[in-house]
């Protein structure tokens, strides 16, 4: 069983529309939740980090984490054509002693907003 | 914000020969940096990590002695593919972490193509 499992999709969706991406993990050590958008052929760029359980809001963005059905969701509100990318979630574990954390990636949803 | 840069974008090279791939943090000074490697529509999958002045930490199933990480400085690390073959063909993406930024989100560069012929 995969750490951290994500649908590949791919997710289409029509412009306007609520967006909604999902992983699930099987490492209850997970503590920090990431999404990162991934244009194609280009590396990846930070969209939402969120520390334990709980919701967080940056514009049309929202992180949920819910640490009891090791569950995290992103969603997209009034999508838009330039949302079309691969989404994927990541996750952390604290630091013990002097290790480096490492970041454990899902596969990526592709995601493509129609005009 | 934190900028990572990564050089070449794209690189094409033949098949035994060597390939640098070069990641700089560009405004902040990186303690640790991480060189991943990703196959088309698959995950981002850790290669190793890298601490400024020590030698690197490699994924299991990982040849260090195919890829050489050197983190010299506390601003460039370097990964060179030693005798590339066409299955080393792939997407590498580096990421770095600074001193004060233990358990912050990692910030990456733009990534290197490489294909090998």
């Known amino acids: 069983q995969k750490e951290v499992e994500q649908d590949p999709g791919p997710l289409s969706v029509p412009e306007g529309a609520i967006v909604s991406l999902n992983c699930t993990y099987s490492?209850?050590?997970?503590?920090?939740f990431m999404w990162y958008r991934q244009y194609s052929r280009k590396g990846p760029e930070l969209l939402m980090y969120?520390?334990?359980?709980g919701n967080k809001e940056d514009g049309r963005f929202t992180a949920q984490v819910d640490k009891s059905s090791k569950y995290i969701s992103l969603f997209i509100r009034d999508s838009q054509p330039s949302d079309s990318a691969t989404y994927l979630c990541?996750?952390?574990?604290?630091?013990?002693?002097?290790?480096?954390?490492?970041?454990?990636f899902g596969t990526g949803t592709l995601l493509a907003v129609q005009p | 914000g934190a900028v990572v840069s990564q050089h070449p974008s794209w690189v094409i090279c033949k098949s035994g020969t060597s390939v640098k791939i070069e990641c700089r943090s560009l405004?902040?000074?990186?303690?640790?940096m991480f060189w991943y490697r990703q196959f088309p529509k698959q995950s981002l999958m850790l290669m190793a990590t890298?601490?400024?002045?020590?030698?690197?930490?490699?994924e299991q199933g990982v040849e260090k002695d195919k890829f050489l990480i050197n983190h010299a400085s506390l601003t460039l690390s370097t990964l060179t593919v030693t005798s590339a073959h066409p299955e080393d063909s792939s997407f590498y993406i580096c990421?770095?972490?600074?001193?004060?930024?233990?358990?912050?989100?990692?910030?990456f560069g733009n990534g290197t193509r490489l294909t090998v012929t």
């Open positions: 490492n209850s050590a997970f503590q920090y």
């Open positions: 405004d902040f000074q990186a303690t640790t």
């Open positions: 890298s601490n400024e002045g020590s030698k690197a930490t490699y």
């Open positions: 969120t520390y334990s359980s």
């Open positions: 990541a996750m952390s574990t604290p630091n013990y002693g002097g290790a480096t954390n490492k970041l454990i």
């Open positions: 990421s770095a972490r600074g001193a004060s930024s233990n358990n912050s989100p990692l910030h």
